[in-house]
């Protein structure tokens, strides 16, 4: 078994982690401290003894900014009618919450001798290939120089209509740019269920090598944020087909980074479907917008 782990830990040289609001936040919409110091302990064992680059795409701002009691529930002042006051009020809480949020990852990354920097994006700037490059050497210099890249959307500058679906479309975008090995996405629940109805009582599936039979099954009318299990099949069905591997885990298992780059069989997998693509081509299937 041990040999088995050697082998599959060797394979990996560079993974995206993306984090999701559920995991971040408390119902309370404040900092899950626990969980996330854990996740960060993790992060950071996981960079010094295996010496993999790791990429992390975080949601929370906007759940951040709404815990700030002091607001209350503010009224939107603007002369631009064609602005929706609802998103703007999002784009507030975000502008509010994100420096929140950056300030618990580099307070929890100094406790392990690691620098993080902070990239916030737009749909628009992965669609222009001058800003996608610039970006994306940006990156690759930070993982250089062993610091740990933390991309959000930059949702005051994302307009309704050119933003990321959510977060996940966001870090299959960046597993894609930097050809990473492995893309993992930490959710609030343990996979992909057999019977989606059932929930947290359910099976979960291990491994899905088909992701249209599964997306079919999937309602996410009841889902709070933009994401949702749903969202997920697309980034899947396009990484996978890079030649890249995505896992869904439950955010609050205990070591969970550890145990999947130990090769340990938890959450959903979806299996790389090919062989590692191009950067060029991996921009034209996932950033590229039609003109």
């Not at 090995?181 to 609030?188: F, G, N, P, V």
């Not at 070591?255 to 991996?282: D, L, Y």
Request: hydrophobic fraction near 45%; aromatic fraction near 6%.
């Amino acid at each position: 078994m041990a040999e088995q782990i050697n082998k599959k830990s060797s394979g990996l040289k560079r993974i995206v982690i993306k984090i999701g609001s559920k995991v971040l936040t408390d119902e309370n919409d404040q900092h899950n401290k626990k969980v996330i110091s854990s996740l960060i302990e993790d992060i950071a064992r996981v960079k010094k003894k295996q010496k993999i680059d790791i990429v992390l795409v975080t949601s929370g701002a906007v759940a951040l900014g709404r815990s700030v009691n002091s607001l209350g529930n503010f009224k939107i002042e603007t002369s631009a009618i064609k602005y929706n006051k609802a998103i703007i009020k999002e784009q507030i809480l975000a502008a509010i919450g994100q420096p929140k949020l950056m300030a618990f990852y580099i307070e929890e990354f100094e406790k392990y001798g690691f620098n993080c920097a902070q990239l916030l994006a737009t749909r628009a700037v992965f669609a222009d290939r001058e800003a996608y490059l610039s970006v994306r050497t940006v990156t690759e210099n930070l993982l250089k120089l062993n610091v740990v890249p933390i991309f959000n959307e930059n949702d005051v500058l994302s307009p309704e209509e050119l933003d990321f679906s959510d977060n996940d479309q966001l870090s299959s975008m960046i597993a894609a740019m930097i050809v990473a090995d492995q893309l993992i996405i930490l959710s609030s629940v343990d996979g992909v269920y057999e019977n989606i109805n059932l929930g947290a009582g359910a099976k979960v599936v291990k491994e899905i090598l088909n992701v249209d039979e599964y997306a079919e099954k999937v309602d996410d009318s009841g889902s709070l944020g933009k994401g949702g299990m749903k969202s997920k099949f697309l980034p899947a069905e396009i990484v996978t087909s890079l030649g890249i591997t995505m896992q869904i885990a439950n955010g609050q298992e205990k070591n969970v980074i550890g145990r999947i780059i130990a090769g340990e069989n938890i959450g959903t997998i979806f299996p790389a479907r090919g062989k590692k693509t191009k950067a060029i081509r991996n921009w034209l299937s996932t950033a590229a917008v039609s003109r």
